[in-house]
T-cell receptor, first 109, second 116 residues
């Protein structure tokens, strides 16, 4: 089955700096890669996603890149703000969603 | 659009009792619903996938007799935790797909289960 690895597990950044989270997946058949932001006790919130026929996608301060050959995908958050503090999960879809372990992002003012 | 609700949002029960959690798609027909469990500071782990009118498909290691899933309509799926024990205490989240791409999932707000 699919296996998704996510790094780092924690990430502390100064407000205004960029944050990068990286994921790898194992199943070459996976074709959809969403990223979720989850605040404590709440549902995962989809923040951006990318499909296997696209290499990069951007939405304001958030961007995702996908390297199908290397089976890597990454989340980039620019100009971080305190409200970006949360746990971020990557996931890969190959008929069902397999989640990464999560990254706790802390943005300090 | 694409709103999913869960009820209850939290529940406390005694060990040995059964608890039912409902997951509803409010404004779309959910052909497939998924149930996840999330322990504190951990990721979401898929428990089972259910298609309307069919038996649920359980992930390896998930006891189908303990976690009963029913998906009787295109807007409702239920998860019943039977004979709950303290180790079943967790955050249970459902998601639904059926609007737009089949891989796009809409998550419910989750149910916090505490078994005493």
């Amino acid at each position: 089955g699919e296996n998704v690895e996510q790094h780092p597990s924690t990430l502390s950044v100064q407000e205004g700096d960029s944050a990068v989270i990286k994921c790898t997946y194992s199943d070459s058949a996976s074709n959809y890669f969403p990223w979720y932001k989850q605040e404590l006790g709440k549902r995962p919130q989809l923040i951006i996603d990318i499909r296997s026929n696209v290499g990069e996608k951007k939405d304001q301060r958030i961007a995702v890149t996908l390297n199908k050959t290397a089976k890597h995908f990454s989340l980039h958050i620019t100009e971080t703000q305190p409200e970006d503090s949360a746990v971020y999960f990557c996931a890969a879809w190959g008929g069902k969603l397999q989640f990464g372990a999560g990254t706790q992002v802390v943005v300090t003012p | 659009g694409a709103v999913v609700s869960q009820h209850p949002s939290w529940v406390i029960c005694k060990s040995g009792t059964s608890v039912k959690i409902e997951c509803r798609s409010l404004d779309f027909q959910a052909t497939t619903m998924f149930w996840y469990r999330q322990f504190p500071k951990q990721s979401l782990m898929l428990m089972a996938t259910s298609n309307e009118g069919s038996k649920a498909t359980y992930e390896q290691g998930v006891e189908k007799d303990k976690f009963l899933i029913n998906h009787a309509s295109l807007t409702l799926s239920t998860l019943t935790v039977t004979s709950a024990h303290p180790e079943d205490s967790s955050f249970y989240i459902c998601s639904a797909s059926g609007q737009g791409n089949t891989d796009t999932q809409y998550f419910g707000p989750g149910t916090r289960l505490t078994v005493l």
